[in-house]
């Protein structure tokens, strides 16, 4: 996989390089990564990249040219380019996926009051947006896209468990976790988890990962279509939580 940032903040992506995960997999050449600066394509000696919008409003806008340049100089029939803007589908995991399975992706970052339309429209395969919240620039939302499809990679992670089982990954959040010592200042682990039993210990998950989803995120419930086992302990659940399936 390869990634190229264009941006007017080449030193601030790199600095995602330097921390763990992306630094591992650019060194361990997983994932071939790249920063572009806009300003070299600027359209003057004064490295102008942006100017006024036609028709008035408040602040500047960035120019097509420096802009399309920058995209010309690195894709290719493989490469998606994605503008990272407020006005994009929101990120989820699932896009996460797919992106991760994509050759080259091009991820262009705004600043100022956006870009010209021209290039969104004639140069743009899609907009990503990270929330419905405004940020300075795409700069960090293109981080976020960047970590999450880096640890999707194969051999990013430690093993596929590392990520099948989290929140997200099945349309579900993940259940609680606990690691040593059994007893925190009077706060104990379930015994549950203690039990060696694996198949109890699996049913209490996948029931706790639904309750978990359930009370914080009850949109992701309507949208999964949940398979029997599922549908029997989201059913027990609503009607108060009489059998635990697991006891
Ligand atoms: N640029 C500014 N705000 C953004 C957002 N919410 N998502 C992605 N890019 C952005």
């Known amino acids: 996989m390869k990634i190229s940032v264009l941006t007017l903040f080449p030193d601030f992506i790199r600095s995602l390089t330097n921390y763990s995960m992306v630094g591992r997999a650019i060194n361990d050449k997983i994932l071939d990564f790249e920063v572009i600066d806009i300003r070299d394509f600027a359209i003057n000696k004064y490295l102008q990249v942006d100017d006024y919008p036609y028709g008035g ?3 500047m806008l960035m120019q097509a040219k420096p802009i399309v340049e920058s995209i010309e100089s690195c894709k290719s029939d493989k490469s998606k380019v994605y503008y990272l803007s407020p006005q994009g589908k929101v990120l989820t995991q699932e896009k ?3 992106l991760r399975d994509e050759e080259h992706l091009i991820l262009l970052n705004g600043h100022y009051e956006g870009i010209d339309q021209r290039v969104i429209d004639n140069y743009v395969d899609e907009e ?3 929330g419905d919240y405004v940020l300075t620039g795409g700069e960090i939302a293109s981080m976020v896209v960047i ?10 992670l430690a093993c ?3 990520f099948s089982d989290e929140s997200h990954f099945n349309g579900l959040l993940e259940h609680p976790q606990y690691t040593r010592p059994k007893d925190f200042r009077g706060y104990t682990v379930p015994e549950i988890l203690l039990s060696g039993d694996h198949e109890k210990i699996r049913k209490y998950r996948l029931r706790e990962s639904i309750k978990n989803t359930l009370l914080k995120r009850p949109d992701l419930i309507k949208n999964k279509t949940l398979n029997e086992e599922e549908t029997q302990i989201l059913n027990d659940l609503l009607e108060g939580g009489k059998d ?3 006891n």
Do not use: A, H, K, Q
């Open 147 to 156: 970590d999450g499809v880096t640890r999707l990679l194969d051999g990013v």
């Open 160 to 162: 596929e468990d590392s």
């Open 96 to 98: 996460l996926l797919e």
């Open 244 to 246: 635990n399936g697991y």
């Open 128 to 130: 990503i947006s990270i």
């Open 57 to 59: 409003g408040p602040g």
